[in-house]
């Protein structure tokens, strides 16, 4: 399951935001809702830097010397809608929190990608062989037991269940599969570059508010 704008917006409906310091570059800007920690975040900047970083974890940035104007560039004409680009910011991603247990990260496996994957590599293959519904159906039932139903215990044993499947009639059926990317971006990743986004506007509202 992905964030979406939506659920961003729904865990932050009532965050309030406070400019810590604003210093050109060096900033410190607090959103959260009073008398409430659930979601609250910061945003820290400094030349060539922003560091988001709280409930929902810490990320990173590094591009050009003011991070807003960088993340400000793929804003859409759309005021209702928070643009992200998750492919072209993660490359910028220089750093994840760990949680205490080594395992930040911005992508991971995921198992509904894993099986689409193998689904589409199936249909794939068997094209070009005549192959009875019934032969088929049992295929697909052994293919379930045996691989699919390993896709929530993990990449290793995904890709191991799918390795060690042979079909005497398919012997070739999965053997460069290996190769397969089924990660996704992960939830909290995507919840803090939609906080980036709507933070950077909240606080351009408030100085346009103030330059007025």
Same mark, same amino acid.
């Given at each position: 399951?992905?964030?979406?704008?939506?659920?961003?917006?729904?865990?932050?409906?009532?965050?309030?935001?406070?400019?810590?310091?604003?210093n050109g570059v060096d900033?410190? *800007?607090?959103?959260?809702?009073?008398?409430?920690?659930?979601?609250?975040?910061?945003?820290?900047?400094?030349?060539?830097?922003?560091? *988001?970083?709280?409930?929902?974890?810490t990320y990173v940035f590094s591009r050009l010397t003011d991070m807003f104007a960088f993340f400000r560039t793929d804003r859409g004409n759309d005021p209702s809608k928070l643009y992200i680009n998750e492919g072209y910011w993660c490359e910028k991603l220089q750093a994840v929190d760990c949680n205490g247990y080594g395992d930040g990260k911005a992508r991971e496996f995921d198992a509904e990608n894993f099986e689409r994957h193998v689904r589409d590599h199936i249909e794939s293959h068997?094209?070009?062989?005549? *192959?009875?519904?019934?032969?088929?159906?049992?295929?697909?039932?052994? *293919?379930r037991d045996e691989v699919l139903n390993h896709s929530h215990d993990g990449e290793v044993r995904a890709?191991?269940?799918?390795?060690? #499947?042979?079909?005497?009639? #398919?012997?070739?059926?999965?053997?460069?599969?290996?190769?397969?990317?089924?990660k996704e971006y992960t939830f909290r990743f995507i919840w803090n570059l939609y906080a980036i986004a709507w933070a950077i506007r909240q606080y351009d509202a408030a100085k346009a508010t103030v330059e007025a």
């Open positions: 399951m992905t964030c979406t704008q939506e659920r961003f917006e729904r865990d932050t409906a009532h965050h309030e935001m406070t400019i810590l310091r604003d900033r410190h *800007i607090m959103f959260r809702q009073p008398g409430n920690s659930a979601y609250w975040f910061e945003i820290l900047t400094w030349p060539g830097t922003l560091c *988001i970083k709280g409930d929902m974890g068997l094209e070009g062989y005549e *192959i009875t519904d019934e032969r088929r159906a049992e295929l697909m039932e052994r *293919i890709f191991d269940a799918l390795m060690e #499947f042979h079909d005497d009639e #398919f012997p070739r059926l999965f053997e460069d599969c290996w190769e397969w990317s089924c």
